[in-house]
């Protein structure tokens, strides 16, 4: 079910949006309805929402402040803002954010309800982006030959390659990746058709090879090349295939920097599987080679108030969600979360070694919102600024 989340420092206004629709008859769940902004976002990091009613008008950090600070840990919440207050600066700053509406009190229910299904689409929507470029290297299942390299490729004889068209006679092959260094997580359809084109452009120049364009736009590939007498020929094949792809790419800028990675050599069709596991072997290490770098990159970075989690993976020219996924499964925690550790750390230090006043720590470790830093700070470590201050915890 969708998970909606429900601010207002009103507690009338709470009790009247739990009976105001039936939320389950629409498949939906309000899941909690907090008294204000610093309620909501401790809620968020224990159970994340789909979509965001909220007041505006709030004690300490009103709602705008609220998706700002949340729109850094969870990029893809939609939000609904609701106001007793017909202002235009607070409907500008709501656009800013991509929120799905800005609506007047008092709320009328049939509209409402129209608000949220919009917001349910727009957050599907999102999602089935993101579940594309979250499996960033998945298994071929889409495709017969896939199914055969995951369950059966140490099984299979010759007969089945033949059906694909592969020859190794007296050749040399590889399966391999073709990856596309985009400058922005967020892909245009176009470049889908694009690479598709490319794949079909490989396959009739280079006959016996096989091109698989991926619903995450990577290329997988089975190259072969036969009649070879050694493997510097296969290589000079291989550089062959190189400036065919940057020849076709040439006029989508977007796409003219591929990088190609392959498994290791192979002569018989039956040592595919090893070509293809050698592949995802140099993918797991390049991994945690980006991973060290993102965790550089934020030792480095933590300071910056604009270092949103989509800002951190369009640096490393990947998708938010699968940074995420990988990030967490290698170190067991959430990237953001590493993060916000990482700034009350340094902000501890601050404390302990300066005179430095709270809003200026806050701003000196990336906090947009003192408050917000101060309450963080104090869940954190049980003591406030000053109190860390005058009785720092013993080192180790």
Not at 57 to 76: E, S, T
Not at 195 to 218: R, T, V
Not at 339 to 368: F, N
Request: proline share 3%; charged share 20%.
């Amino acid at each position: 079910m969708l998970k909606i989340l429900f601010v207002d420092d009103d507690a009338i206004a709470r009790r009247s949006m739990t009976s105001k629709i039936e939320w389950n008859l629409y498949g939906w769940d309000l899941i909690y309805t907090a008294k204000d902004a610093l309620d909501a976002l401790d809620f968020m990091k224990h159970t994340e929402p789909e979509i965001v009613l909220s007041d505006i008008k709030m004690p300490v950090i009103d709602g705008i402040q609220m998706a700002m600070i949340a729109q850094n840990y969870y990029p893809d919440i939609k939000y609904i803002f609701l106001s007793g207050y017909k202002e235009f600066e607070y409907a500008k700053q709501a656009l800013k954010l991509n929120a799905v509406d800005y609506l007047n009190k008092p709320i009328d229910k049939e509209h409402l309800i129209q608000v949220i299904k919009e917001a349910e689409i727009l957050y599907l929507e999102s999602q089935r982006t993101n579940l594309i470029m979250r499996d960033k290297y998945p298994f071929m299942s889409r495709h017969l030959l896939s199914q055969l390299m995951a369950k059966h490729f140490r099984e299979i004889d010759d007969s089945v390659f033949r059906a694909f068209d592969l020859n190794l006679s007296n050749g040399f092959g590889a399966a391999g990746f073709l990856e596309f260094q985009l400058p922005s997580s967020d892909i245009a359809p176009s470049l889908y058709t694009h690479a598709e084109d490319l794949c079909h452009y490989l396959s009739a120049h280079f006959h016996g090879s096989i091109f698989i364009n991926m619903e995450n736009l990577q290329i997988f590939f089975i190259f072969t090349a036969s009649n070879l007498k050694n493997i510097e020929e296969f290589s000079a094949q291989k550089a062959l295939l190189e400036r065919h792809c940057h020849d076709f790419l040439r006029p989508f800028p977007e796409l003219s920097n591929p990088v190609f990675y392959y498994g290791t050599i192979i002569e018989n069709l039956n040592d595919l599987y090893l070509s293809y596991e050698s592949i995802l072997n140099s993918i797991r290490s390049n991994t945690s080679d980006l991973l060290e770098q993102v965790k550089t990159y934020l030792e480095e970075n933590y300071s910056r108030a604009d270092l949103t989690l989509t800002q951190i993976a369009d640096h490393f020219y990947v998708n938010h969600c699968y940074l995420t996924s990988i990030f967490k499964k290698e170190f067991g925690i959430n990237l953001y979360d590493y993060l916000i550790q990482t700034r009350l750390k340094k902000a501890a230090q601050l404390a302990a070694s300066t005179r430095l006043k709270v809003y200026e720590i806050a701003e000196a470790v990336g906090y947009k919102n003192s408050q917000y830093f101060s309450v963080s700070f104090k869940k954190q470590f049980g003591v406030t600024v000053q109190e860390y201050r005058n009785s720092p915890p013993a080192a180790g």
